[in-house]
């Protein structure tokens, strides 16, 4: 089965830019989306197709995809960007998750 | 504005069985687009659990394949879900979500609120 892997944390201070890694093999074959959730809320969808934002969705937020890892940006963070955050992928008609990643601003 | 919303029963015994719908308006649940379920453990991450397109056609999660079964309710506009044989690691928050239109790689654009199932006797 595929594997997606996040790191479980990350911790960014109010108006630096927050990376969050996924890394997967030869990740970059495939599309990677991801979720932001807040505690109590439902995902929300952020990224879908590497790089493309919802409407609605803050500029602040960026995603790239290259080799093993694909990456969540989030520019000028601030502390409504607190939330655990997902990527997810593709394989064979089935969908993997990553196991998630803490962000928290302070 | 399309809205999706869960319900069940909030218990359910072990070897029992979870019954969950997704009531969808805005949007027509045959009209050319992907349904899912996924669901999260009390402090987890996501699990995806399966889909079903307009039409039918359906995909599970390998792991719990031989357990769950997902269908369309034509008439009231509704999704469902059945998980047989339950334990408590089937204790999760369970959702429902719109996935987006394209034939692959389609995202999650909308989500339920979420339901609280517990399995325990």
């Known amino acids: 089965s595929y594997d997606l892997t996040q790191p479980p944390s990350v911790s960014v201070s109010p108006g630096q830019t927050a990376s969050i890694t996924c890394s997967g093999q030869?990740?970059?074959?495939?599309?990677v989306i991801w979720y932001q959730q807040k505690p109590g809320q439902s995902p929300v969808l952020v990224i879908y197709q590497d790089r493309h934002r919802p409407s609605g969705i803050s500029e602040r937020i960026s995603g790239s995809n290259s080799g093993n890892t694909a990456t969540l940006t989030i520019s000028g963070t601030q502390t409504m960007d607190e939330a655990d955050y997902y990527c997810q992928a593709w394989d064979d008609r089935t969908v993997v998750f990553g196991g998630g990643t803490k962000l928290t601003v302070l | 504005q399309v809205q999706l919303q869960e319900s069940g029963p909030g218990l359910v015994k072990p070897s029992g069985t979870l019954s969950l719908t997704c009531a969808v308006s805005?949007?027509?649940?045959?009209?050319?687009?992907?349904w899912t379920w996924v669901r999260q453990p009390p402090g987890k991450g996501l699990q995806w659990i399966g889909e079903?397109?307009?039409?039918?056609?359906?995909n599970y999660n390998p792991s719990l394949e031989s357990r769950v079964v997902i269908s369309v309710d034509k008439s009231t506009n509704q999704l469902s879900l059945k998980l047989i044989s339950v334990t408590a690691a089937d204790t999760a928050v369970y959702y429902c979500?719109?996935?987006?239109?394209?034939?692959?790689?389609?995202?999650?654009?909308?989500w339920g609120r979420g339901t609280l199932v517990t399995v325990s006797s």
């Open positions: 030869a990740l970059d074959d495939k599309y």
């Open positions: 979500a719109r996935e987006t239109t394209g034939t692959t790689e389609r995202a999650f654009d909308i």
């Open positions: 079903m397109s307009h039409s039918g056609t359906t």
């Open positions: 805005g949007d027509s649940i045959t009209r050319g687009r992907w």
